[in-house]
């Protein structure tokens, strides 16, 4: 089930204990999440029609094709753009925000067949797009990719709900998601032997996938995986492939309260952004972040 704002607001105070630098950046992404929860409380998200045939979508697994194409999908943009324009005039009360919001609300007003052209760039992850367009209109990108992604997530959580109810994730051996095919964002350790599920960065789904396997490239080298962890911070740490380059942001359940959502955890984790590219860096490598 998706958090509540009870969860959110207890994930924040977790958060805010363990790492007293993110308490404020946490709360308000934790009041910018709690709109899009109140808004999904409160409104019909319009559930696309979604064909499904049990032995084609049995193929599709064994095959490692997603069930959908983010791209594809026909969302009520009208609600999309409302929530966003929303969570925009919750940017605006804020000192800092101010200077972006009117920037913000231009950037959604370009539109493509009816649909804003920067929603459909969050849907692709064409992160090349965003910054573009940040750029263009002089906003702060990481925002703009925040605010995109918190106006999909009540329809996106919902179609991949629906999906996950056709879905036999025991047949998922992959790397990108299985309801929409995007990259993971987080990983997860818990249970016995800590065993590892990969978080989707567009729709949030889970999905189990084994720890010494780099899901970007499907690299099983052991002397080509490694991790690094955070300095004084109990599970937490970075998983690192030597062969693409790539990382991914981990948290071990096991020594940190969960569960896991998403947009709290993810900025809560910057600094491990941070750690992973000095390392790449100082490596002599190009950094291909995968987000």
């Given at each position: 089930?998706?958090?509540?704002?009870?969860?959110?607001?207890l994930k924040v105070k977790t958060i805010s204990k363990r790492n007293p630098a993110y308490t404020e950046i946490v709360q308000w992404v934790g009041d910018l999440l709690s709109e899009t929860v109140k808004a999904s409380d409160s409104e019909e998200f319009n559930l696309p029609e979604l064909n499904v045939d049990q032995e084609d979508l049995r193929k599709a697994c064994t095959q490692g094709r997603s069930f959908l194409n983010p791209e594809e999908l026909a969302l009520d943009w009208e609600k999309v753009s409302a929530l966003y324009k929303r969570l925009v005039e919750l940017v605006g009360k804020r000192e800092d925000g101010r200077r972006q919001a009117e920037g913000l609300l231009k950037a959604i007003e370009e539109k493509r067949n009816g649909t804003p052209a920067v929603v459909k760039a969050a849907l692709a992850s064409n992160y090349e797009a965003i910054e573009a367009s940040a750029k263009a209109f002089n906003i702060d990108a990481p925002v703009l990719a925040l605010l995109l992604h918190l106006s999909l997530r009540p329809s996106l959580l919902l179609i991949a709900q629906a999906v996950l109810e056709h879905l036999d994730l025991s047949l998922w051996n992959h790397g990108h998601c299985p309801v929409c095919g995007s990259a993971p964002r987080l990983a997860d350790l818990s249970g016995e032997g800590g065993?590892?599920?990969?978080?989707c960065s567009l729709c949030e789904t889970a999905w189990s996938y084994p720890r010494l396997r780099c899901p970007f490239c499907e690299n099983d080298n052991r002397k080509e995986l490694s991790y690094l962890r955070a300095e004084k911070e109990e599970g937490l740490r970075v998983d690192l492939c030597g062969r693409c380059?790539?990382?991914?942001?981990?948290?071990?359940?096991?020594?940190?309260?969960?569960?896991?959502?998403?947009?709290?955890?993810?900025?809560?984790?910057?600094?491990?952004?941070?750690?992973?590219?000095?390392?790449?860096?100082?490596?002599?490598?190009?950094?291909l972040r995968a987000t």
């Open positions: 089930m998706p958090p509540d704002l009870e969860d959110i607001e065993k590892r599920r990969l978080h380059n790539n990382y991914l942001k981990t948290m071990d359940l096991r020594e940190i309260a969960g569960p896991i959502i998403l947009p709290l955890d993810d900025v809560a984790t910057w600094h491990l952004d941070i750690i992973a590219g000095k390392n790449l860096e100082d490596k002599g490598k190009v950094l």
